[in-house]
């Protein structure tokens, strides 16, 4: 029976369009081989990748290319680098960036094999968040947003507030909704002209030891198998994050801290193409809220989060009850569905160990009011950076040595956030359309003052 090598499969389905039998099956990114397969090998030249061999698929670690073994696309994969980035977010990709901008060796890894795909997020970004990291650009901007409206639901009727802008709405309040498939590669092609080398569909499975501290990664993909020695390593692999984890990095959320969440990429709605909508709503999103973000003619992001301890239903099934409720949303069509989980906690007790740290969401730096992610993560790819340039200077890749980029963060964006998380618990899932949390949550969003 023919097996699958599934860290090489590419999910393109060309060894399904020639199986006589129809044994092979593809379902997102997931092929399967059933028991009618007649090993008649016609699929195995049809696969681009050489995923696909006669006979049980090989036991422990992917299957190395038969030809070129350890040959990956692009300049020779070295041993050993000054600093590894599993991840190719907003945040490892700005991490690898300004390392490599610093004059360090850089490798970044990205698990699948499109950089930005799958979307987990509601794309939506501040003009001045934006700007720090990255001049505007219409290849990846979907809409330019100005206003916010935020619609209170109590005992079923809806209250619509549209909040005063702040005084320097031209800074604050405008804002952007991305187009993240593109935006997260642009980032990454910036950290490649950097001096970064950029590797995909490569995962790191396990990290590496040396004397008490993480000393590189061990990867698995088309390319094989291999161990990669690294001064440091950067986490940035997002909400499911393994590094923090193998590294001894206490990263488990409690339940009340997750917000998971659902949400539709629908076309042909009527609605304000310049305007985000936020609706509180206890009864369809607990502990949390839905939105509805434009992306120009007629297209926009409808999503719905949850606190995920207390959630009636699944959160797929509430959106579904939210877009039939309203009729302007109903009229349209979904063509993308995205579902995924935000952190909306603390940061963990520490960030770094020796020879590692995290960023973005796997250090869990989202805002706990809003959800929001994309500018922390950014922010904290270049303070980790910036830390493990001095530390890597200075020879010295110790906890004690890295922890000035904890420092940097509590002191700063990590300030905001701890108050943000407070306020969040001052009002419980119950009290979120109190007046009071309802102008929290528009300065959050900078949408007042």
């Known amino acids: 029976m023919v097996s699958v090598d599934h860290a090489r499969c590419a999910y393109c389905g ?16 997931q092929l399967s081989i059933s028991a009618d397969c007649i090993e008649c090998g016609l699929c195995l030249p049809a696969c681009p990748m050489g995923a ?16 070129g073994e350890g040959a990956t696309p692009g300049p020779p994969l070295k041993d050993r680098y000054d600093v590894i980035v599993v991840g190719a977010g907003p945040a490892g990709s700005v991490a690898a960036a300004e390392a490599a901008a610093q004059g360090l060796d850089v490798l970044l890894l990205e698990k699948r094999q499109e950089i930005g795909a799958p979307v987990r997020c509601a794309e939506g970004i501040t003009r001045r968040a934006l700007l720090e990291f990255i001049p505007p650009d219409a290849a990846w901007i979907s809409a330019e947003v100005d206003t916010a409206s935020i619609t209170v639901v109590r005992d079923g009727r809806e209250q619509t507030w549209v909040p005063e802008a702040p005084p320097d709405a031209a800074h604050s309040s405008v804002g952007y909704v991305l187009e993240r498939r593109v935006f997260d590669r642009v980032l990454a092609e910036r950290a490649a002209r950097a001096g970064a080398r950029v590797l995909v569909k490569t995962p790191a499975v396990g990290l590496l030891r040396e004397d008490g501290r993480v000393a590189g990664v061990r990867i698995a993909g088309p390319w094989g198998a291999r161990d990669i020695a690294a001064r440091v390593v950067i986490g940035a692999d997002g909400v499911e994050s393994r590094v923090g984890f193998w590294a001894g990095l206490d990263t488990t959320l409690p339940a009340p801290d997750l917000m998971t969440w659902a949400q539709f990429l629908m076309g042909g709605v009527d609605i304000d193409p310049h305007c985000t909508c936020y609706y509180l709503d206890p009864a369809l999103a607990p502990g949390g809220y839905i939105w509805i973000f434009p992306k120009g003619e007629g297209r926009a992001n409808v999503g719905l989060g949850v606190q995920s301890d207390i959630t009636p239903q699944p959160p797929l099934e509430l959106l579904v009850r939210f877009v039939e409720a309203h009729r302007f949303l109903a009229r349209g069509s979904v063509v993308t569905l995205i579902a995924g989980g935000v952190p909306v906690a603390l940061p963990p007790a520490a960030l770094t160990t020796g020879g590692c740290l995290l960023v973005g969401d796997a250090a869990r730096q989202v805002d706990p009011l809003t959800g929001g992610g994309i500018a922390n993560g950014m922010a904290a790819g270049r303070m980790a950076a910036t830390a493990i340039a001095a530390a890597i200077r200075a020879g010295d890749v110790s906890r004690a040595s890295l922890r000035c980029y904890e420092q940097e963060w509590a002191a700063g964006i990590g300030r905001d956030m701890a108050r943000n998380y407070r306020l969040r618990a001052r009002f419980p899932p119950d009290r979120r359309t109190d007046e009071r949390f309802m102008h929290l949550f528009a300065i959050t969003i900078g949408a007042s003052k």
Not at 52 to 67: F, H, K, V
């Open 14 to 29: 060309s060894c399904v369009s020639v199986c006589p039998v129809g044994a092979l099956d593809l379902r997102e990114t």
């Open 52 to 67: 696909l061999r006669s006979g049980p698929a090989p036991a422990g670690q992917s299957a190395r290319m038969p030809a």
